[in-house]
C-alpha cells in the first residue's frame, strides 16, 4: 500500500504548483474586474447630462469637434470631386463597353467655334 501511495504522490501535482495556478487565475480576474469597474465609472460618467453638457463647452472638446468636422467636411467635397472627375472617363468606358457610338459633335475641335479663319 505504501508503494501506491508513493505512486500517487507522484503522479498528483504538489500543493505548491496547484495555489501558483490559483493565483495566476485570482490576479487575472482581478486585472478584469479592474477594468470592468473603471468601464462602469466611465459609463456612468458619460451618463450624466449635466457632465456631457459642461465638458461640451469647454475649450479642448469644441477645439476637437471643429477638427472633426472640418476633416469630415474636407473629405466629403474632395470625393465630390473625384467623382466629378472620374465621371467622363466612366462614361466612355461604359460605352465602349456596351458598343453605343459615340455622340456625334464629339471630337477634336468640337464646340470651339469660329477659328482664326473666320468659318463657323
Known amino acids: 500500500m505504501e508503494a501506491r501511495g508513493a505512486a500517487l504522490a507522484r503522479t498528483a501535482p504538489s500543493r505548491s504548483a496547484a495555489l501558483a495556478r490559483t493565483r495566476g487565475v485570482a490576479?487575472?480576474?482581478?486585472?478584469?474586474?479592474?477594468?470592468?469597474?473603471?468601464?462602469?465609472?466611465?459609463?456612468?460618467?458619460?451618463?450624466?447630462?449635466?457632465l456631457i453638457e459642461k465638458l461640451s463647452e469647454s475649450r479642448p472638446i469644441r477645439a476637437a469637434a471643429r477638427i472633426a468636422a472640418s476633416?469630415?467636411?474636407?473629405?466629403?467635397?474632395?470625393?465630390?470631386?473625384?467623382?466629378?472627375?472620374?465621371?467622363?472617363?466612366?462614361?466612355?468606358?461604359?460605352?465602349?463597353?456596351?458598343?453605343?457610338p459615340k455622340p456625334p459633335g464629339r471630337g477634336p475641335g468640337a464646340g470651339r467655334g469660329a477659328g482664326r479663319s473666320g468659318r463657323p
Open 27 to 50: 490576479a487575472a480576474l482581478a486585472g478584469s474586474g479592474r477594468r470592468m469597474v473603471l468601464r462602469r465609472v466611465l459609463l456612468a460618467l458619460l451618463n450624466n447630462p449635466q
Open 71 to 100: 476633416a469630415i467636411t474636407r473629405g466629403q467635397l474632395g470625393a465630390r470631386q473625384a467623382a466629378r472627375d472620374l465621371r467622363p472617363g466612366l462614361t466612355r468606358l461604359r460605352d465602349a463597353f456596351l458598343g453605343r
